[in-house]
């Protein structure tokens, strides 16, 4: 049986298992929810280090999001519902990681830009003198793993007003044009407006440069997923920037 982090934080064995935060975070809800996706979890190694080290929205965030709308459409299996339902969880779990971390984007937080060699130099510098259990990645996703399961838990059991029109969330739209399914389409619904409607970089590209590796990790169940050295996922980051 799962061990719940409420009764016992492992969010640091977690990570070390995982490798990415982003993936780290979305296994923590997923099995706290009882939902564990195996692939759909490793393809999210890209959106770490705030989309392929670039910065932007931590991947602690993403990897939350894309287990929110899991969980909101296991629940409701109506994408009217669920995809309203996981915006609205996502702007929650974005409100108390930032009381956390004290920002939104990876780069503000860690302080360094890893998009460049002397960033990245730094940066693991920093991390080999620390100890990678004693970073501040690390502690930060100890230090938030319990209370992002809280509020995801309490933010997919709210009754939210549901508008009569269809929602529509680009980056489930993003998904659908790719071929998704309609779970794949809730689970990057909160991604939408730079996750939660929140502004910064674009959910919807979130959503494709995900969805290219989940098709990847299931073509590739063997194999150990590409982290930032995807050149699809390069190739869109450019267009996108």
Not at 152 to 160: F, G
Not at 193 to 208: D, W
Request: hydrophobic residues 40%; proline residues 3%; positive net charge.
């Amino acid at each position: 049986m799962n061990t719940s982090i409420q009764h016992k934080n492992d969010a640091k064995e977690i990570f070390k298992k995982c490798g990415t935060c982003s993936r780290t975070f979305a296994h923590i809800l997923n099995r706290e929810f009882g939902n564990v996706k195996e692939h759909e979890e490793r393809a999210l190694n890209p959106l770490a280090g705030g989309i392929m080290n670039h910065g932007h929205q931590c991947g602690m965030l993403w990897g939350a999001a894309l287990a929110v709308g899991a969980e909101s459409y296991r629940t409701h299996k109506d994408l009217e519902k669920a995809i309203p339902i996981a915006v609205n969880a996502t702007q929650h779990i974005i409100e108390s990681f930032v009381k956390y971390s004290g920002a939104k984007n990876c780069k503000d937080i860690i302080g360094y830009d890893l998009t460049s060699i002397i960033g990245m130099t730094k940066f693991m510098f920093k991390v080999t003198l620390k100890g990678m259990e004693n970073s501040h990645c690390f502690n930060l996703a100890e230090q938030w793993a319990p209370e992002a399961v809280e509020v995801a838990t309490k933010s997919l059991s709210q009754n939210i007003a549901i508008k009569q029109k269809p929602v529509i969330s680009c980056a489930s739209e993003v998904v659908r044009q790719m071929g998704g399914r309609d779970e794949e389409l809730a689970m990057v619904s909160g991604f939408a407006g730079g996750l939660g409607l929140s502004g910064e970089a674009c959910g919807a590209l979130s959503a494709a440069i995900w969805k290219k590796m989940l098709d990847w990790c299931r073509d590739n169940p063997e194999k150990i997923p590409p982290y930032f050295n995807n050149k699809t996922a390069k190739k869109m980051l450019k267009a996108f920037n």
